[in-house]
């Protein structure tokens, strides 16, 4: 992540994430928050002074999207016209996909694919 900041309030803001302290090591250059969602589950922001940052194609390998499962259609609509509303691409959706999902797809500020699902 280039800015741990923004990407700790992405999360908060629309996924209702709940950060916890910041972590630093000034020696090598890294932070990181870790955040915690309702389900239980886990994510860490991570920043390095070194990190390389390349354009992140739609297409391209390896890890490309993470996605989040919000609890309803009405969920996803209205996350999804929010995150619109507030400047965010929606590159997908709302949409019901061929094997019967119900997701958008949006970029964050650092163009990380977040597909929103029930």
Do not use: W
Request: aromatic residues 12%; glycine residues 8%; hydrophobic residues 30%.
């Amino acid at each position: 992540m280039k800015n741990l900041e923004q990407e700790k309030e992405f999360f908060e803001k629309y996924f209702n994430a709940r950060s916890g302290a910041l972590y630093e090591n000034k020696t090598i250059g890294f932070s990181s928050y870790f955040l915690s969602f309702e389900d239980g589950a886990r994510l860490e922001l991570m920043h390095n002074e070194q990190m390389d940052d390349p354009h992140k194609s739609y297409t391209r390998t390896g890890f490309i999207h993470m996605a989040i499962s919000v609890g309803s259609p009405k969920k996803v609509d209205e996350i999804t016209k929010a995150l619109k509303a507030d400047g965010y691409t929606v590159i997908s959706g709302p949409r019901t996909t061929g094997d019967g999902y119900y997701e958008s797809c949006v970029l964050d500020k650092e163009e990380n694919q977040i597909e929103i699902t029930v």
